[in-house]
Nanobody, 115 residues
Framework: QVQLVESGGGSVQPGGSLRLSCVAS????????MFWFRQRPGKGLEWVSQ????????MYEKSVEGRFIVSRDNAKNTLFLQMENLKSEDTAVYYC????????RGPGTQVTVSS
């Protein structure tokens, strides 16, 4: 059974940083491109970033490009999202997913950016 568990969320002030992690189990991690999504208050699920199996091909939603970095540790079945210079509009529940529609995703971790 696929299990994705995110962690690392929290409350930070604008300009702050957080590093999210997602541990995968029940899948062959190296078979999958992995994705980060988020859901802002009152909004739908939004794609944020993705990374290929080798970790050398990444993509970002325009509003986070240059501030977020996605990476992965295949030996530890773990996906990361380093978030820098956080803004209030980054406030959301963040999910990792193994598909590009976000259908197979974890329970999420809350990120709140507020002064």
């Amino acid at each position: 059974q696929v299990q994705l568990v995110e962690s690392g969320g929290g409350s930070v002030q604008p300009g702050g940083s957080l590093r999210l992690s997602c541990v995968a189990s029940g899948i062959t991690f190296t078979n999958y491109r992995m994705f980060w999504f988020r859901q802002r208050p009152g909004k739908g699920l939004e794609w944020v970033s993705q990374i290929n199996v080798g970790g050398d091909d990444t993509m970002y939603e325009k509003s986070v490009e240059g501030r977020f970095i996605v990476s992965r540790d295949n030996a530890k079945n773990t996906l990361f999202l380093q978030m820098e210079n956080l803004k209030s509009e980054d406030t959301a529940v963040y999910y990792c997913a193994r598909d590009g529609a976000g259908n197979t995703r974890g329970p999420g971790t809350q990120v709140t950016v507020s002064s």
